[in-house]
């Protein structure tokens, strides 16, 4: 089964608003055995999206759309799918009951004139229950296919999807007689480029047939999307293990956990396994480490607290780095970086720690330390490893890869 995705909005082609919805709704449609053939974004105009939703009929009679379900007169997205289908819009005076004791419920008073709009179905489409805003989601099916309508909202969407639009397609799926067919798994990696990626796995990807492997580059990392399409739900994840298991021993340490594995969480499992707790010191990170880890639901358990030694006076008054040794080798230093992660497990009294300090640019390099400069310097029970790199990009990416490579010298660390 193929169908296409239209995202609807003038801020998607402007480059406002990144288009989540689009690599959200192909992963989930993927994995009901479903392909999309096709994703295209067009602006807050109906003749356009009546064109892309015509387009996509013609070829899969299958559409999904995003956006443009709101109130406001740049919504456009309902009226144009309606006359495509021949299904004049038409006050639904359920749903407008139902829209009214929502706006009670949080005090709004009665529905707005603007709103009322959003009860207008087309004749014949079935509702789909969005209980986190006021815009339904629409199936509506007839002679040109069907089109499914969905909030532009992410959280809206999904739940729409996950709730009403996936049952059912499966279902759809179920009554043809057809299976899902693509199966996925992804790989984290940290620590290793995607050309030193390609150059350790290239031998293996032949042999990982019917599996096919994607390099996905995040920054921070590398992702391995592992996908098999055409197979039996069993064969696919026996074939998608046997690859996993063949992929690992070439990935070593790089590997540090699978789907959405953030490696904050993976750091804290392995210090929570050993009953270690952990401490941060950041200079050049501002924070970023201490709030990479306090985004982990439960890192209480471990995470005891950080300092963000911006200045060098606060490295010398608040992590006790001598004064003579920042005179002598300077802020951005391997020898200021341990004394950092000393200074900081010493004053949490932690069995682990953190210590970050660079020169994140623009300005500040100099021809022996250019900017992007990092000095990392971690401590694991009695175990101790400082780490030099020079990263490239500006200021922001300077900070996200030190705040990674940190957490993963880490991470390395207390795995022995």
């Not at 179905?121 to 229950?129: H, K, Q, S, T």
């Not at 952990?278 to 890192?299: D, K, P, Q, Y």
């Amino acid at each position: 089964m193929d169908v296409e995705l239209v995202t609807v909005g003038t801020e998607l082609l402007l480059g406002f608003t990144l288009d989540t919805n689009a690599a959200e709704l192909a992963r989930a449609l993927a994995g009901v055995g479903v392909r999309v053939a096709r994703r295209v974004s067009v602006g807050d105009d109906e003749a356009e999206i009546r064109s892309a939703v015509a387009g996509a009929l013609e070829r899969t009679g299958f559409v999904v759309l995003t956006g443009g379900l709101g109130p406001t007169s740049d919504d456009v997205t309902k009226r144009a799918v309606a006359a495509l289908f021949d299904a004049p819009l038409e006050l639904d005076e359920a749903y407008l009951a139902q829209m009214e004791r929502r706006f009670r419920s949080f005090r709004r008073g009665s529905v707005p004139a603007s709103n009322r709009s959003q009860a207008e179905i087309p004749r014949g489409a079935d509702v789909l229950p969005n209980p986190r805003g006021t815009a339904p989601g629409l199936w509506l099916s007839g002679g040109p296919g069907t089109a499914v309508m969905l909030p532009g909202v992410p959280h809206e969407m999904r739940g729409l999807l996950e709730e009403q639009v996936l049952p059912r397609v499966a279902a759809l799926l179920s009554e043809r007689g057809e299976v899902p067919t693509t199966r996925s798994r992804t790989l984290r990696t940290t620590g290793i480029t995607e050309s030193g990626l390609q150059d350790a796995l290239g031998a293996l990807e032949a042999s990982l047939a019917p599996v096919r492997l994607a390099y996905l580059p995040q920054g921070i990392g590398v992702d391995l999307r592992l996908t098999v399409w055409g197979l039996p739900h069993a064969a696919a994840e026996r074939e998608l293990t046997r690859a996993v298991e063949a992929l690992l021993p070439a990935l070593g340490r790089h590997f540090y956990g699978e789907g959405e594995a953030d490696l904050a969480a993976v750091v804290l499992d392995r210090l929570a396994a050993r009953g270690w707790t952990l401490a941060v010191a950041e200079s050049c990170t501002g924070g970023m480490i201490g709030a990479r880890i306090t985004a982990i639901a439960g890192s209480s358990r471990v995470f005891r607290g950080g300092v963000i030694c911006y200045a060098d006076e606060s490295k010398v008054r608040d992590l006790g780095v001598p004064e003579a040794l920042i005179r002598s080798e300077g802020a951005v230093s391997e020898q200021v970086a341990r004394a950092m992660a000393a200074g900081v497990a010493r004053r949490f009294g932690t069995e682990a720690s953190v210590a970050v300090t660079g020169i994140a640019g623009p300005s500040g390099g100099s021809e022996e330390k250019p900017v992007g400069t990092v000095w990392i310097a971690v401590r694991a029970g009695e175990q101790e490893r400082a780490l030099g790199r020079r990263f490239p990009g500006g200021r922001r990416e300077v900070r996200r890869r030190s705040t990674q490579a940190a957490l993963d010298l880490l991470r390395r660390l207390v795995e022995g």
